[in-house]
């Protein structure tokens, strides 16, 4: 029992006191400051929309599909959006996103197709609003579509043929 009272009596106290300490200049800066200010320039900077590059509306292809997706700049980056209206099918497996270099792509891909599309990745969710980077090495001007195909069927659930947005 000893060690132990020798333990809190160096250690815990000095550590305790410290956190006091830091404790109350944290609440004396936050004190200082003016918590209006700073929630109002977060919410500006969150409400700041990001700047579409180009857009197109879904439509179906082996399945129902529907909703918008849109290529936008955001932070200097690029991404793929699609909105809250977004819709396909849930049956399939392996549903993956595609930018596809042809307005209207295949219904099904072949082996001689690799290069002619860009998978950004499996598809988040079969419904709703979603968001998918684009790599920087990809030049956009190639790519007039944007596709969900379902890998292991081999088919184009749905696309959206993309038009670039006035600037």
């Not at 956190?19 to 800066?29: C, E």
């Amino acid at each position: 029992m000893s060690n132990l009272n020798r333990f809190v009596q160096l250690f815990a106290i000095p550590v305790a006191v410290s956190v006091i300490s830091v404790s109350g200049h944290v609440s004396n800066a936050l004190a200082n400051q003016p918590i209006a200010s700073t929630a109002s320039s977060a919410i500006v900077a969150q409400a700041r929309p990001a700047a579409a590059v180009a857009t197109g509306t879904f439509v179906a292809g082996e399945q129902p599909t529907a909703g918008t997706a849109r290529i936008v700049m955001d932070g200097g980056h690029r991404y793929l959006e699609f909105d809250s209206a977004f819709t396909t099918s849930s049956q399939g497996p392996d549903l993956h996103v595609l930018l596809d270099t042809a307005t209207t792509p295949p219904k099904a891909y072949d082996n001689t197709d690799s290069g002619r599309y860009i998978n950004l990745g499996g598809l988040q969710s079969p419904t709703g609003t979603q968001r998918y980077p684009i790599p920087d090495s990809i030049s956009l001007s190639n790519y007039k579509s944007v596709v969900v195909w379902c890998r292991m069927a081999n088919a184009t659930f749905g696309y959206a043929p993309l038009k670039a947005t006035a600037r």
